[in-house]
């Protein structure tokens, strides 16, 4: 049997994380957050995390900022952003950097979600 992949998912909206949760959870082990913050502490006490997915839009800390104070202590974890909004040039400049490994849209697509994180698993192993 493989390994179940442990992915965190950050967004400031509970009904978001909920909804996130509930698509994903038969697949993945998903941890959730409500800020920056609180997904470097997820990330700090769940080494086992491969794929961490953030919203963009947050107060405090935004997706990228958080992503970059992230992969500095876990650079070996696969970041995506999500976001309501069209791809800014600070999310197309991250992408270019590979900080990021793309960018979903709001409201996500599950399929498009399930098979990026396939992909990078995959990948990675």
Request: hydrophobic letters at 45%; zero cysteines; a negative charge.
């Amino acid at each position: 049997m493989s390994k179940i992949a442990t992915i965190l998912y950050v967004d400031d909206e509970p009904l978001n994380l909920k909804l996130f949760a509930i698509n994903f959870q038969k697949k993945y082990n998903v941890l959730t957050a409500l800020s920056g913050e609180e997904g470097l502490a997820v990330l700090e006490h769940n080494p086992q995390i491969n794929v961490v997915i953030s919203d963009m839009r947050m107060p405090e800390m935004d997706g990228l900022e958080f992503v970059q104070r992230a992969r500095r202590n876990y650079p070996n974890v696969v970041y995506f952003i999500l976001t309501g909004y069209d791809i800014s040039a600070e999310i197309a400049q991250a992408i270019r950097d590979k900080l990021i490994n793309k960018y979903f849209s709001k409201p996500f697509n599950i399929v498009e979600i399930d098979e990026s994180i396939r992909g990078v698993l995959a990948t990675n192993g």
